[in-house]
């Protein structure tokens, strides 16, 4: 694929509903990453797939974060009872997935919670 | 556990000026460093990166170098322009085994002036 690609751009949701963010890695890419930005604030890791398999997720701040890859491509980052605190923008990496190796980022989703 | 370090902002300076971003980490192990850069309505981007003490990452006119025993990872460009206003970050990896996530530090916005 051309690059990582992320839906939606922008979701607007209500405090306590349920949101799904999707993920579209580069072709060929066995690594994918979630990380979460706020504003003025530099991406903090969430959660790392090395194919299918979640093989760090110790970012993920609690258990109503869950994140999805099922076969080894696409990802879906799932937010439970959504809170106000949660409002970021959430980006999606890939990298083939060599240590050190370069990962691409997408464009982002910006979550806000009202 | 591993973490970076970047000078506090934002940062103003006229077209032609030399650039100093400062960058210090620390991290076990051998990670591997990274400038990446946020242009006004783009996602993220690599700028340069450097794996092993004493190399060298360069594009664009910018560059950095990759000091073990300083622990920093300073860019540099001799003479700056418009184009170059942006947020640039500073980040590690894979300082552990292969999991390459990558530790930001939080971002300094640099602004040319013509």
């Known amino acids: 694929g051309a690059g990582v690609s992320q839906t939606p751009s922008n979701k607007v949701t209500e405090k306590g509903k349920y949101v799904e963010l999707r993920c579209d890695p580069i072709?060929?890419?066995?690594?994918l990453y979630w990380y979460r930005q706020s504003l003025g604030q530099g991406p903090e890791f969430l959660i790392y797939f090395q194919g299918t398999g979640a093989a760090d997720d110790s970012g993920l701040p609690n258990d109503r974060f869950f994140a999805v890859r099922p076969e080894g491509s696409v990802s879906t980052l799932k937010i439970q009872r959504t809170e106000r605190g949660d409002s970021a923008v959430y980006l999606c990496?890939?990298?083939?997935?060599?240590?050190?190796?370069?990962?691409?980022f997408g464009p982002g989703t910006r979550l806000t919670v009202l | 556990g591993d973490s970076v370090t970047q000078m506090e902002g934002p940062v103003t300076l006229s077209e032609e000026a030399f650039l100093t971003i400062n960058c210090t980490y620390t991290?076990?192990?051998?990670?591997?460093l990274f400038w990446y850069v946020q242009y006004p309505g783009e996602g993220l981007q690599l700028l340069l990166k450097a794996t092993k003490a004493d190399d060298k990452g360069s594009n664009k006119g910018f560059e950095a170098t990759y000091r073990k025993e300083t622990t920093s990872f300073h860019l540099e460009k001799g003479s700056v322009q418009v184009s170059d206003s942006a947020v640039y970050f500073c980040a590690l990896s894979g300082s552990t085994g292969a999991n390459s996530k990558l530790t930001f530090g939080k971002g300094i916005t640099l602004s040319v002036r013509p």
């Open positions: 072709s060929g890419h066995t690594a």
């Open positions: 990496a890939s990298s083939s997935g060599l240590a050190g190796d370069v990962q691409f």
């Open positions: 991290a076990t192990g051998y990670p591997s």
